[in-house]
């Protein structure tokens, strides 16, 4: 999970994005639908229309830079409206990237490997072993 600083204010464009965009393309989009300047390192979060796809962008001192995550299973609880922005808090925008739904107060459905057998003995044993030689 990513960590962000309490005192960055992080703005949702609550419109939904076309993923093909980069860097001008969502810079484009936080002047004109968010209406903020894009190089003030704010977080301006983008999510696409069947929200399994969020990109964050962010000036940071000499460049842009653009985290993207896709699902591999469920949906993110992104907040579409036609106001063009919505801000939320860091954490906010932790809880809403771990797919927690804050208005029902549950976690949404999300992807994890499948288990494989056979690893974790031999893996187990190693760390065992290890941890005995370092208390004695």
């Known amino acids: ?5 309490a005192a960055s204010k992080v703005y949702l464009c609550t419109v939904p994005c ?11 989009m936080a002047e004109y639908i968010i209406r ?9 979060v983008f999510c696409n229309r069947r ?6 962008l962010y000036w940071d001192r000499d460049g842009w830079v ?11 609880q992104f907040p579409f409206a036609e106001t063009g922005r919505k801000e939320i808090a860091a954490w906010e925008l932790g809880v809403l ?12 459905k999300r992807y994890s490997l499948p288990a494989v ?3 974790g ?16």
């Not at 076309?18 to 484009?28: V, Y």
């Not at 903020?36 to 301006?44: E, I």
Request: net charge neutral; hydrophobic share 35%; aromatic share 8%.
């Open 1 to 5: 999970m990513l960590s962000f600083p």
């Open 18 to 28: 076309d993923m093909r965009r980069s860097f001008d393309g969502l810079s484009m």
């Open 36 to 44: 903020c300047n894009p190089f003030s390192g704010h977080l301006l």
């Open 51 to 56: 929200s399994d796809r969020v990109k964050i």
């Open 66 to 76: 653009i985290w993207y995550k896709r699902l591999e299973a469920g949906t993110f």
């Open 97 to 108: 990237l771990e797919g927690i739904d804050l208005s029902k107060g549950r976690r949404r």
């Open 117 to 119: 057998q056979g690893r």
């Open 121 to 136: 003995g031999d893996g187990e044993a190693a760390v065992s072993g290890a941890e005995e030689s370092e208390a004695g």
